[in-house]
């Protein structure tokens, strides 16, 4: 099964027990295929440094986070120029999900949520995913 995860459950995956934190687990574990791109990796870097943000990490903190997310996933070179969302992160996610075959975007984002699926890609919370897939 292929899947982006979306950076708000990663940074919940990463800083937090729970629903998110199995997800990883997941991937960790190769039951599951996780899809990003740099642009997503940008995202996820940008936010453990903002000062606007709990989280606050330095650069090297960072990029070692972020290196070991990469190293987890698969990155999808990405073509697609989605303009669907106003916000460009959004259209950042949709623009991975489609260029790498997902099945799945797990998100906690409500804009991406309300849509339910872009061009047969699904758009699930954490929380469906297990209640769908259980312990895959």
């Given at each position: 099964?292929?899947?982006?995860?979306?950076?708000?459950?990663l940074?919940s995956?990463?800083?937090?027990?729970?629903?998110?934190?199995?997800?990883?687990?997941?991937?960790?574990?190769?039951k599951?295929?996780?899809?990003?791109s740099?642009?997503?990796?940008?995202?996820?870097?940008?936010?453990?440094?903002?000062?606007?943000?709990?989280?606050?990490?330095?650069e090297?903190?960072?990029?070692?986070v972020?290196t070991?997310?990469?190293?987890l996933?698969e990155i999808?070179q990405t073509?697609?120029?989605?303009?669907?969302?106003?916000?460009?992160?959004?259209n950042?996610?949709?623009?991975?999900?489609?260029?790498?075959?997902?099945?799945y975007?797990?998100?906690?984002?409500?804009?991406?949520?309300e849509?339910?699926?872009?061009?047969?890609v699904?758009?699930i919370t954490?929380?469906?995913f297990?209640?769908e897939?259980?312990?895959i």
């Open positions: 099964m292929r899947i982006v995860i979306d950076t708000n459950v940074i995956a990463i800083f937090w027990t729970g629903k998110p934190k199995q997800l990883l687990n997941k991937v960790r574990c190769r599951v295929i996780y899809l990003t740099e642009d997503l990796l940008d995202e996820l870097r940008d936010i453990l440094v903002r000062k606007d943000k709990p989280f606050k990490l330095s090297g903190e960072a990029e070692r972020v070991g997310i990469r190293e996933g999808v073509h697609s120029q989605v303009t669907f969302f106003q916000d460009e992160r959004d950042h996610v949709i623009e991975c999900a489609i260029d790498g075959g997902a099945e975007i797990v998100s906690g984002d409500l804009h991406l949520l849509l339910k699926s872009f061009k047969g699904k758009i954490v929380s469906d297990f209640s897939y259980g312990q």
